[in-house]
C-alpha cells in the first residue's frame, strides 16, 4: 500500500488493494505526517482546503479541531485527522468537493451518523483525506402514500424518516437502537440490519432507488420508485452495503408499508436455550407475517439494565435466558400473543411470561433491549462478534462458544450474548468479567477471536452480519471468503473508482488474501 507522487499530486497505486491499510501515521515525502496539523500541511493541500472552503461556503465546513468527536470511531479504537470536515448541503456541492479532491489525489471518507461499529467512517491516518460529512443534507424530499415510497437525503436520521413516513399514516421497515442518530446514507452503505430484519430484511430490502456521486464526479441517478426492473445490473446494489467505497450516497427511495397501529410484545423466560428454535417455528407458524421481533436477552443484561437504566423487572421468574418477541399488524393482536405464549408454556419450552399491554410496558422492554451492548451498559470489553449462523444453530453456536471460552480463559470469563434470534444473528462478546472497566489482554482477546471465528464458518457462518467490515475486520474476512469473491470485488472497485479516492482500505475489498486463498469458505459441518 505505497502512494506515488507524480507531478504534485498524489496516485495511488493499482496494486494497492490488495491488502489493508493499517492506522499507523505515516510519513510523506517531505517528511510531513498525514495527521500533521494544518499549519504543517504541505502547501498543495492547503490550496485544496481553501478552495474547498470557498465552495463549501460559510456553514459548510469545520475544521478538525473544532469537531474531535469526528475523527475518532464511535467504540474508540479508530482515528484519523482529516485536511477538512466538508459539510456540502446539496449533490452539486457534493460533485464540486469529489472532483477537487479527485484533482489533488485527497481521499474522501463519508460519514453519515457516526454511529458505525467496524471503523469504516473515520478520516484516514496512513493518506491524506476529507472527511465528508452528510448532515447538512438532512431533508425529506417527498413522502408518497400512493406509491409506498419516501424520498430523502442522505443525511436525515431514520428516525426522522419514520416520522415523515407515520405523518401520512405509513411505516419505515428499517429500525434500531440509534435510530436517532443513524443516517439513510449510513444505513444505505452498511446494508443495517436492526430489530425489524425478520419481517422487512435489512436495509437493501427497503431501497428502491438511489442516488450517488461518482469518482469523476458525475452523478448516478437511480432515484426509481420500481418494483420490478430487469433492464440489466441493478447498480443500485453496488453502493448498498459498499461501505462508501465506490461513490457519495446522497439520497434514496426507500420503501414504506402501511402502518401497524397494533402491537402485543412479549417477555417469556425460556426453560432453555435450546428451545429457541422450536419457539421460533412454533410463533412464525401462528403469524408469520405478524412476527416483527424475535430476540434473545440474557439474564446479566436484564439485572444490569435494571441497575444501570432503571428498567422495571418484567417478570419476577428469574432465568439464563429470555425471550423479547413483537407480534404486529392492522388489527388487534392479543389472541395471537396470548396464543403463542400459552402453546409454548404447554410444550414445556417458557417457564413464564408476559405480555406489555400499555405503551410504558412496550417502552420498558424496548429500552432494556436497545441498552444491552456491554461496551456502555458494564464498561466491559473484550473479543467482540457480530455473528451469524443459519437459525437452527444459533443455541448451539452460543454453547460451543462457551465452550471454546472455558478451555482458553477459564470458567470466570463470560460470554455476553443478546440479539436477533430470527435471522440467526448474535452480538457475542467474550469479556474476563462484566466488573465495570473489565478488561480482556489483547493477545488472549485476538486468540479467542481467532478460534470462534473458525467456530462459526464450521457452522456456515459469517463474522460480520450487520455491522459491515469496515476497518476493524479486515483481517478476519479474508478467511471467510474465497480468492475469487475478493479478486471480483477488486475489479469493481477499480471500476468505479481506479484512483481509490473513496474510502481507502475499508471494506472486504481491502482485506489481504489468505495463503490458503483459493476456496470456498469452510463448508458447515453437520
Known sequence: HRLGHQGGRWRGVRHRLTGPRRLAPRVGPEGLSYDAAMSEVSSPEAR??????????????????DAPQLTVDYRGVFSGTPLLVARPDSVEVVQAVVRACAAAGVAIVSQGGHTSLSGGSVPTADRPSILLSTSRMN???SVDPARFTVTAEAGCTIEQVQQAAAAEGLELGMDWGARGTATVGGAVSTNAGGLNVLRYGPTRDSVLGLEAVLADGEVFDGLRALRKDNTGYDLKHLFIGGEGSLGVVTRAVLRLHPRQDHHRTMFAALSDLDAVHELFAMAVARDHGGLTAFELVPETGVAGTIDTFGVVRPLATVAEWYLLARFSGTSPMDDTATGFLSDAVDAGLVLDATVAVTTAQEENLWLMRDELPPETLFDAKGAKFDAAVPIDRVAEFQRAAEAVTAEMCGDDAV???????????????VVPTLERGSRMEPGLAAAVTNAIDELLWSMGGTVSAEHGVGQDLLDRVGRQKSAVELDMMRRVKSALDPDDLFNPGRGAHCAPVEPTAGQPMKKETP
Open 48 to 65: 485544496l482546503v481553501d478552495e474547498l472552503r470557498g465552495v463549501l461556503g460559510a456553514g459548510g465546513w469545520l475544521d478538525p479541531s
Open 139 to 141: 431533508r425529506i424530499v
Open 415 to 429: 460470554v455476553y450474548s443478546f440479539g436477533h434470534l430470527g435471522d440467526g444473528n448474535l452480538h457475542l462478546y
